[in-house]
């Protein structure tokens, strides 16, 4: 008794010391630790994190789960859900601590109730779940609300077939969900309950069942498939043939085969090669008379597949002789694409057949070769010559000899059939035609001298820049200077910039016309260049000495031409306007700029250069800026420039000016506007309005008298953010409105008091700057991307701006419910003008008005098919317009937000009604 009782003191004293790791911490001090330490600094450091919490599973992730809050005011899941999620991954990546770990992600599933974090907790579980898991799963996907991650956990088991099977027989689950699960784990047996589902089902579901049984199905499905989804029907039949010749099949192939539609044609006719491999090739050759090119083509691929690519280059180099031009392009085009060598000869001799020499040229380039090569730069003088050019530009192997062949033969004195050989030349850098090419840039032709002089920077090396210099040094023409300069300049192109530099200014020292290598020195952008400029200038104070020094790229250029514009009253302006553009380019500090600005413009003499740095004044958005724009509006002849100035920077500054100055200034830019009277100065004196309005004493938004019957509670109304929450520091009332300087992210929003589930929101925005973006979100919880895990969120934005042009989504547009129901594009009025919106939500539906105009109508619910997230689980979602889960998206009610994405947005009469009372 007395052993057993010892033992059992020493059993629970190393169950005591397993709850702890080496240094004697429980589960809960572990927890608190790695909590702590989030997020990790680097991979390292979040391996070791993921370590200590996987060392006290199961208790760690029950600990962690228990954390989770559900969404609400305040609420911030992201350190909890950042553990949960890296110890996922950590454990899916080391078998030693996985069971541990997932049997504690099954017990925080368990013992979580809300919905959205039960789901996050079950993504987690997935890459670690076994059959052990599968019963567990299995009870989970009977719950709508977590069946899309309970099925996908379960097509990830390896083994949970049955399991499946006995989801698919029974009740309850999405048989799209089902439908997809049957087709990624391949249950054939599921067949007939399918062809059941799809005698009654329509729309994505039908779309998904059609789907699975294109993947599982046998020949018993071609039928309900030729009448349900003929894509699905071309694929079941490429699918079935494996060569057995079956006659379900051979049906199939012939009726696609006369359809219409060159896919369906195609697909038939890879189902008949497939199915009889005998006849592949026939089934080519008769493909090859067809007119329908996509479907000749596919049949080529089918038939190379079926029966090698060496029978299908045997029979399309036999019967070559005899096809149409177009067959016979489509033919060399497979053997360029297939790397079919036998065929060289072939395609090398079609080169110079004008049927087809486009498509040869093309192949033979692919294909390589003595033969194409030869073939290839036999065309480099004629017709074909451009093309041939550029197929032996990408071509695959040594040129050289077969390029300088073509180069003897063409005639020395015709520039036009030069030409493609000397750009090719440059354009492969074959250096070691140089030579010849040095040689040409010297013919009394003045045509061939220019185009090699021109090619000379593709052919010269570091060894050649002693003969470009001499070149450069006795060039006589503008032209043959600046193109023996761009030789130069890549002849010098290996060397640092200081060496380049250096290497020049050694040049200028013993050339008899050191100013034709000014352009190359300035090029080099080097101190050198700055140094060898500023004492040539000292030397001989010639404009086109000042030409070159303004020309470089380096800002310790600034302080000589300063120099200069102070001690030459002749070069003042030229020097003044280099040494702005400098200050624009390289000073990157605001204030420093504006006092460089300043000092340029108090040495300034000339007109056109006072404006053009009022110009670059007038880019600067801050108080200083405008100031000192503002100082040059008595001057007649900077008077609108000065304007410009102090519009531009009052319009979008974010930083506070001075009232006085600020009307002064503005009021002065009305009267230069109005004055002058151009059609555009309309709109200047507008937006000046508008912003002299703003800087008033800030106006207090008024209820109308049919909002107060109505039961509108005004949010903002000009004076304090009282009514709102969440980042009051990039929401800042200013003159009646908000500013908005706030960056992306959940931190960046500005969140209402209450929650709301039904309402009307009515706002005016106004944007300062091109590009604005900024959002409403609706139904949200706080600290969330409204756009997913809200009910939605409404683009606020300038879609308008250039930045813009050529890539935004139609689902991206101002007004849109993001990534689910695109808005009628409007035209925003200019920036600085104000417009109203209206958002109208009622359950699922969500109506969107902007100055008048309704640009959204539409229900969210139908707008997904009722699939707000992916039905496999995956992070691909085929039902909404961005492809994206919404998990938020049917929230009953969650608070309305600003969501920021950067400044220059005003905000302003906010009010709202709340429909459910």
């Known amino acids: 008794m007395k052993k057993f009782i010892l033992s059992i003191l020493a059993l629970s004293l190393s169950l005591t010391i397993i709850a702890q790791d080496a240094r004697q911490r429980t589960a809960e001090t572990i927890v608190a630790d790695v909590l702590a330490a989030m997020p990790a600094a680097d991979a390292s450091t979040q391996a070791v994190q993921m370590a200590d919490l996987a060392s006290a599973a199961p208790s760690s992730v029950v600990k962690v789960a228990s954390m ?86 379960l097509v990830a088991i390896q083994g949970s077939e049955s399991a499946i099977l006995d989801l698919v027989k029974g009740t309850g689950v ?25 005698a009654s089902s329509q729309g994505y579901e039908l779309d998904a069942i059609c789907s699975a049984l294109a993947g599982v199905g046998s020949a018993a499905s071609l039928e309900t498939l030729s009448s349900k989804s003929i894509s699905d029907y071309a694929s079941l039949a490429v699918r079935l043939a494996r060569g057995g010749n079956d006659k379900a099949v051979a049906k199939a192939a012939k009726t696609l085969l006369a359809s219409d539609v060159s896919a369906y044609k195609s697909a038939g006719a890879l189902a008949q090669m497939k199915n009889n491999p005998a006849k592949a090739l026939k089934t080519l050759a008769s493909a090859l008379k067809s007119t329908d090119v996509q479907f000749r083509n596919a049949v080529l691929d089918g038939a190379a597949e079926v029966a090698g690519k060496e029978a299908v280059a045997t029979l399309l180099q036999e019967g070559f002789a005899k096809y149409p031009a177009e067959v016979k392009a489509d033919a060399i085009n497979w053997f360029g694409s297939n790397a079919v060598h036998t065929a060289s000869q072939l ?21 390589g070769g003595e033969d194409c090569l030869a073939a290839l730069a036999s065309q480099l003088v004629g017709p074909n010559a451009s093309q041939a050019a550029k197929a032996l530009k990408a071509f695959n192997g040594d040129i050289l000899e077969a390029t300088a062949g073509a180069l003897r033969n063409c005639p020395a004195d015709d520039a036009s059939a030069l030409a493609p050989i000397v750009n090719l030349i440059s354009g492969r850098r074959l250096t070691a035609l140089s030579p010849e090419i040095f040689k040409l840039a010297e013919s009394s032709d003045n045509a061939v001298a220019s185009l090699c002089r021109s090619a000379l920077p593709g052919v010269v090396t570091a060894s050649d820049i002693d003969k470009v210099a001499a070149l450069l040094d006795k060039a006589a023409t503008e032209e043959s200077r600046e193109q023996y300069s761009k030789a130069l300049g890549a002849a010098i192109s290996t060397l640092s910039a200081d060496e380049q530099g250096v290497r020049v200014s050694s040049l200028m020292e013993n050339a008899s016309a050191p100013s034709n290598f000014f352009k190359v020195l300035s090029s080099t952008g080097s101190d050198a260049a700055v140094k060898t400029l500023s004492e040539a200038f000292t030397r001989n104070p010639e404009e086109n000495v000042l030409d070159a020094l303004a020309a470089v790229r380096n800002y310790g250029a600034a302080p000589v031409l300063m120099d200069i514009a102070k001690k030459y009253p002749e070069f003042r302006n030229k020097a003044v306007g280099a040494f702005s553009g400098l200050v624009a380019l390289f000073e990157s500090d605001p204030d420093k700029k504006v006092g460089k600005y300043a000092e340029a413009l108090g040495l300034a003499e000339d007109a056109d250069v006072k404006r053009a740095i009022l110009a670059k004044v007038g880019a600067l958005p801050t108080m200083k800026a405008f100031n000192l724009a503002g100082r040059f509006l008595d001057d007649s002849d900077l008077r609108m420039t000065a304007a410009d100035a102090v519009r531009k920077i009052a319009s979008v500054t974010r930083e506070e000016l001075d009232y006085g100055t600020l009307t002064n200034y503005l009021s002065k830019a009305v009267e230069a506007y109005t004055a002058r009277g151009l059609a555009d100065d309309e709109y200047a004196v507008k937006e000046i309005e508008n912003v002299l309005g703003e800087a008033k004493p800030s106006p207090v938004s008024q209820l109308t008298p049919e909002e107060k019957k109505q039961g509108f509670e005004m949010l903002f109304d000009g004076t304090d953010l009282d009514k709102f929450q969440g980042d009051k520091d990039g929401y800042i009332p200013m003159n009646g409105a908000i500013y908005v300087s706030a960056n992306y992210g959940s931190t960046g929003n500005l969140y209402t008091l209450d929650e709301y589930r039904n309402f009307v929101l009515r706002f005016e925005f106004c944007f300062l700057r091109p590009g604005v973006n900024n959002g409403v979100g609706i139904r949200t919880p706080m600290g969330v991307d409204a756009a997913y895990d809200g009910m939605c969120e409404c683009q606020i934005l300038d879609h308008d701006a250039e930045i813009y042009a050529g890539w935004l989504r139609e689902y991206q547009v101002h007004g849109s419910v993001y990534g689910v129901i695109p808005a009628k594009r409007l035209v925003h009025k200019p920036l600085g003008e104000w417009s109203t919106e ?80």
């Open 68 to 153: 989770l809050k559900p969404a609400g005011p305040g609420v911030r899941n992201n350190v909890y859900e950042y553990a949960l999620t890296g110890l996922s991954s950590y454990a899916s990546a080391n078998p030693s601590v996985r069971s541990a770990v997932c049997q504690g992600f099954v017990e925080a599933v368990k013992a979580t109730a809300d919905k959205t974090n039960k789901s996050f907790l079950l993504m987690q579980l997935k890459p670690l779940a076994t059959l052990a898991e599968v019963p567990f799963v299995k009870e989970l996907a009977k719950d709508p609300d977590l069946a899309p991650v309970a099925v996908g956990t």
């Open 838 to 917: 209206e958002i109208r939500v009622e359950g699922d539906r969500i109506k969107v008005t902007v100055n008048g105009e309704v640009i959204v109508d539409g229900d969210i619910r139908k707008a997904c098919k009722g699939h707000n997230v992916a039905p496999d689980g995956s992070d691909k979602n085929p039902y909404t317009v961005d492809h994206r889960n919404h998990p938020g998206m049917f929230n009953k009610k969650g608070y309305v937000s600003f969501c920021g994405h950067g400044e220059g947005l005003k905000l302003r009469n906010i009010r709202i009604l709340d429909l459910d009372k």
């Open 174 to 198: 999405d048989r799209s969900l089902l439908a997809d699960a049957v087709a990624r784990k391949g249950l054939s047996c599921a067949e007939p309950v399918l062809l059941e589902w799809a």
């Open 347 to 367: 395609v090398s001799s079609a080169v110079s057949d004008p049927s087809c020499a486009s498509e040869a040229i093309v192949a033979a380039a692919r294909l």
